[in-house]
Each structure stands twice: as structure tokens, then as C-alpha cells.
């Protein structure tokens, strides 16, 4: 078939922001560089918790009103850990931490090798994006909490 006189030539999608291999890669290098530089700029606590009281946020209020740790605590603190370059403290600190510190690590690599190269996060992200990988991430850090409620509180014998 012929178009039609009266039929308009479709005009091309302007391209989006988002879909723009190089900008989406730029947000992922901006974020993962500036939180790994924020951890690198903290000193860790001794604690094992707390780092986060050094950027003016308050303490961990379930921590202080009950006296068990959040399913975040430890994670600032695991993070200055492994930007530090000490990741054996950055996991028994939070192991879920460093697991995160590990993939945001990942992330900036990978995003500033695409940011140069012109590559795709996109496969990357869809291979993540996985109810499978989902479910273990919150298995893993349901488990990270567990470890950290057993260190904070003495249970394992940790803090006596």
C-alpha cells in the first residue's frame, strides 16, 4: 500500500533524558562517587555504629529506646569501613553494609566505564531487577540484622 497525500510523515521521538545511555550513567557515577566519598570523608565508630551522628543526624532511636539496633545500624559506619579500605571491619561491623559499600564500589566503576565508553547500564540493571535477586537481597539483609541485634545486645557473648 501507498501512503496517502493526506497522511503526515510520523515524526521521529525526541530521544529521552533517561534513555540516554550517558546521562543515566552519569546519576549512577554521581551517586556511587559521592557516597563512597562521604564514607571515605567519616571516621568510623569504634562502636560499630553511630558514624552517622558525625554528618548531624541524630542517633538511632530504636537502638535507644530499646535497646536493639535498627536493620540500618552499622551500615554508615561499615560503609567509612570499606571506603577506608578495612572491609574485614566493614563486614563484621554490618555485613550488609558491605556488601552494599561492595556494590556501590561496582556501580561507580561500572558507571564511569560507561559514562566514557557510551555503554548500556541497561542489561546490567535488567539482570538485577529480578524478583529472585530481590528476595535474596532481603534475606541477606534480614540476616545482617540478625548478626548486628546478636552483636549490639551481647547475646553471642560479643560485648561481655
Same mark, same amino acid.
Given at each position: @500500500?501507498?501512503? $496517502?497525500? !493526506?497522511?503526515?510523515?510520523?515524526?521521529?521521538?525526541p =530521544? %529521552?533524558?533517561?534513555?540516554? *545511555?550517558?546521562? &543515566?550513567s552519569?546519576?549512577?557515577f554521581?551517586?556511587?562517587?559521592?557516597?563512597?566519598?562521604?564514607?571515605?570523608?567519616?571516621?568510623?565508630?569504634?562502636?560499630?555504629?553511630?558514624?552517622?551522628?558525625a554528618?548531624?543526624?541524630?542517633?538511632?532511636g530504636?537502638?535507644?529506646?530499646?535497646?536493639?539496633?535498627?536493620?540500618t545500624?552499622? @551500615?554508615?559506619? $561499615?560503609? !567509612?569501613?570499606?571506603?577506608?579500605?578495612?572491609?574485614? =571491619? %566493614?563486614?563484621?561491623?554490618? *555485613?550488609?553494609? &558491605?556488601?552494599?559499600?561492595l556494590?556501590?564500589?561496582?556501580?561507580a566503576?561500572?558507571s564511569?566505564?560507561?559514562?566514557?565508553s557510551?555503554?548500556?547500564?541497561?542489561?546490567i540493571?535488567a539482570?538485577?531487577?529480578?524478583?529472585?535477586?530481590?528476595?535474596?537481597?532481603?534475606?541477606?539483609?534480614?540476616?545482617?540484622?540478625?548478626?548486628?541485634?546478636?552483636?549490639?545486645?551481647?547475646?553471642?557473648?560479643?560485648?561481655?
Open positions: @500500500m501507498y501512503p $496517502s497525500a !493526506s497522511a503526515s510523515p510520523k515524526t521521529p521521538e =530521544a %529521552s533524558i533517561v534513555s540516554n *545511555p550517558r546521562f &543515566a552519569a546519576v549512577v554521581a551517586v556511587s562517587a559521592t557516597v563512597l566519598g562521604v564514607a571515605y570523608g567519616l571516621t568510623p565508630s569504634g562502636e560499630g555504629y553511630g558514624t552517622h551522628t554528618m548531624g543526624l541524630p542517633a538511632c530504636m537502638l535507644e529506646t530499646t535497646g536493639i539496633p535498627c536493620m545500624c552499622g @551500615m554508615t559506619t $561499615s560503609f !567509612s569501613y570499606a571506603a577506608h579500605g578495612d572491609f574485614a =571491619a %566493614s563486614f563484621l561491623t554490618q *555485613p550488609a553494609g &558491605a556488601l552494599l559499600a556494590l556501590t564500589t561496582m556501580a566503576v561500572l564511569g566505564y560507561a559514562l566514557v557510551g555503554m548500556s547500564l541497561a542489561p540493571a539482570a538485577l531487577w529480578r524478583p529472585r535477586v530481590i528476595v535474596l537481597g532481603f534475606v541477606l539483609a534480614a540476616a545482617a540484622w540478625g548478626y548486628k541485634i546478636f552483636i549490639v545486645t551481647g547475646w553471642f557473648g560479643a560485648n561481655s
